[in-house]
């Protein structure tokens, strides 16, 4: 079991734009790792800095949000690559929660076997928080999975995530293998049952 | 009505209903490449787990590997050791692992079909999105992050959801000079990168029931460029045909074929949701964009409703037509367009021309096999005398891990099946995606063309 995750506090960084993908996220060179750790540092590298490392004119760059745990953005976010090295860099700059319009399949999973929940909101209400958190960047939110609201002062807003993930964080099973071993004679059932690849 | 393939194929293959609500399910064969297993490997040792089944599990090298210089140890420092942690990790755990000096190795979606491990009716999972590929052999192919590549070594399982089947009718016949990778470009196109969300697509329709084996791969490749994580088409003659004497094939293959028969979906199999589409009129198809949706044919303007950052970072304007713009590079390979048909349509362009003075033009055949055929063809030496490099199998110029790269703004024309900003290891280089016998043209040409007036 892990740690149960129920409700999410803190200060949000307004990502504006549509289909950003994991390249973006994570480019493919800073993918030579053996362990996820320390790839925070690497997350939107190439939206954050030139050619020559200096730092560009970005809301990412922006002091106003720096250390802020949600991040929010538009539709089909996280699509392309299968890397997960993309929520952990997310991870590892601090984000603890996304909200966006909607998400890649694969990018959605890979967050919830991080316990990080990634939460679609309408479009209207995107809209609306990511103009909040421009005007004011200290604005706080907080989220409830299990009322599965997201509150902001006197606010409240609605979100949707699958319900197996949201059960999946709540219920601290977000990291799945040890509830996958426990059917182990069924799995062996399957194995012999199922055709075996014979060189 | 009758169940779909995929109905029956994730039947077959569920373990039960977890208390989440997913499913688990048994995943008949994983494959593993170096880039996203190795911390997969870690967690699993971190746990004191080892590897349950290690003979469902098959590995290669082939995002990271270099394609010019083979000599052990690599130049790059860190590609030597995510390769280096890659023999470990299969040697200890007893997994089959073709590396750099098999006549196996290559970009591990190709592999697998080419030693027939890609068969009907199987579920496939591997740690990198192109997994769909493998559907065209009527598999349920799709890929995985690294904690599920942990959990299917520890398990060989996983917890999912069962996807929507929508069932893709593809009528008509194509013109000569367009092909499948013009084909999923359209569907993309027309369907939407995130069109796919929440689907498997099915295809299907006279247009796919005559496409070669290979074809369909480079169609159910890019499948997840729509939106959706599953494409497959129903296995038929022509999968069969394929598979039959492959290394990993069923040795008795008559009972095999027999069961798969059962698992195509019939006549009056159920879908949830239906799309067909005429491409009789189809052009040949490039991308203009920062999205493999972005994309028109190679005549058109690009739309005057087209997004303003994608056209600010692509240095293209509204309205504009592609057909005639400068490139500087030619890239001919990927999981998308790497097998030994896409090298033989390019090299028929290519045959007795030569490369545009200022194109750097590349092929890289995507497994060894498949450069060993196309050497025994002499389809080497036509690349060769017109001035492409011929190189050594992988990924390469797909998504520049190792030292074939982009360079500053330079502008490629691509086989492969991603044009995100950045991808080609320039952050501001730029990429065009169309089909090999479309870069073959525009290399020689020295500008996007249109093969058609080649052939
Ligand atoms: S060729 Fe490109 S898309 Fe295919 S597996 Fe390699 S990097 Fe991924």
């Known amino acids: ?199 | 009505m009758s169940q779909n393939l995929l109905n029956k194929v994730w039947d077959i293959h569920r373990i039960k209903t977890l208390p989440t609500g997913q499913d688990q399910l048994f995943i008949s064969l994983h494959l593993i490449h170096e880039v996203t297993s190795p911390q997969a490997f870690g967690m699993l040792k971190e746990r004191g787990l080892k590897v349950l089944y290690p003979e469902r599990t098959f590995a290669t090298v082939d995002h990271i590997i270099p394609t010019d210089k083979r000599e052990r140890p690599f130049d790059d420092g860190l590609a030597e050791g995510m390769i280096r942690t890659l023999e470990e990790n299969t040697g200890e755990n007893g997994i089959s692992y073709f590396g750099p000096e098999s006549d196996h190795q290559g970009i591990v979606h190709i592999m697998g079909p080419e030693l027939g491990l890609t068969q009907p009716g199987l579920t496939i999972a591997c740690g990198d999105s192109h997994t769909s590929t493998h559907g065209a052999f009527g598999a349920i192919a799709f890929g995985i992050g690294t904690s599920q590549i942990r959990d299917i070594l520890a398990t060989q399982t996983m917890a999912l959801s069962k996807p929507k089947v929508r069932r893709i009718n593809i009528d008509g016949t194509l013109k000569k000079g367009v092909y499948g990778k013009d084909l999923i470009l359209k569907i993309i196109a027309d369907l939407g990168v995130n069109g796919g969300i929440g689907f498997a697509y099915e295809y299907g329709g006279e247009v796919i029931d005559n496409m070669s084996m290979e074809e369909r791969m480079t169609i159910c490749n890019m499948t997840i460029e729509g939106g959706a994580r599953v494409g497959y088409v129903n296995p038929d003659e022509k999968t069969y045909e394929y598979l039959k004497g492959r290394r990993y094939a069923p040795k008795d293959f008559d009972a095999a074929v027999k069961e798969w028969k059962k698992l195509a979906s019939p006549q009056d199999a159920e879908y949830d949701d239906v799309y067909t589409l005429d491409v009789s009129d189809l052009e040949p198809m490039i991308t203009w964009g920062i999205n493999p949706g972005q994309a028109l044919g190679v005549g058109d303007r690009i739309p005057e409703d087209a997004d303003e950052q994608a056209c600010a970072f692509m240095g293209f304007e509204r309205g504009q037509v592609l057909k005639g713009t400068q490139i500087d590079v030619a890239f001919i390979g990927s999981c998308t367009n790497g097998r030994i048909s896409d090298l033989r349509i390019a090299a028929e362009v290519v045959r007795g021309r030569k490369v545009s003075p200022g194109v750097r033009a590349l092929v890289v055949p995507g497994s060894r096999s498949v450069a060993d055929q196309a050497e025994r063809e002499g389809l080497h030496t036509i690349f060769k005398e017109a001035g492409f490099q011929w190189r050594e199998p992988g990924c390469s110029m797909c998504l520049a891990m190792n030292p074939d790269k982009l360079i500053k703004r330079e502008l490629c024309a691509s086989s492969s099946n991603r044009n995100f900003i950045g991808r080609q290891g320039s952050p501001t280089g730029r990429t065009i995606l169309m089909s090999p016998a479309m870069v073959a043209a525009s290399a020689i040409i020295g500008r996007i063309s249109d093969v058609r007036d080649m052939l």
């Open chain 1, 1 to 199: 079991m892990n740690e149960k995750i129920i409700e999410i506090t803190g200060k949000a960084v307004p990502l504006r734009g549509d289909d950003i993908d994991t390249d973006r996220i994570i480019p493919a060179r800073f993918m030579k790792c053996l362990t996820f750790d320390g790839l925070g540092q690497f997350a939107f590298y190439d939206v954050k800095y030139g050619e020559k490392g200096e730092e560009k004119e970005h809301v990412l760059n922006s002091p106003d949000f720096k250390g802020h745990a949600i991040l929010i953005s538009g539709r089909n976010f996280g699509c392309g690559s299968s890397r997960e090295h993309a929520p952990w860099a997310l991870k590892g700059m601090g984000i603890r929660c996304i909200i966006a319009r909607s998400y890649a399949e694969i990018f959605a999973n890979n967050c919830s076997s991080l316990g990080i929940p990634a939460l679609a909101v309408d479009e209207n209400i995107a809209d609306e928080l990511l103009k909040m958190v421009e005007d004011d960047p200290a604005v706080d939110f907080s989220i409830d999975l299990l009322g599965k609201r997201l509150y902001s002062g006197n606010r409240t807003f609605p979100f949707h995530i699958p319900e197996n993930y949201r059960l999946a964080l709540v219920e601290g099973r977000w990291d799945t293998t040890s509830m996958l071993m426990e059917s182990l004679e069924d799995i062996e059932r399957a194995n012999k049952r199922l055709p075996a690849f014979i060189d």
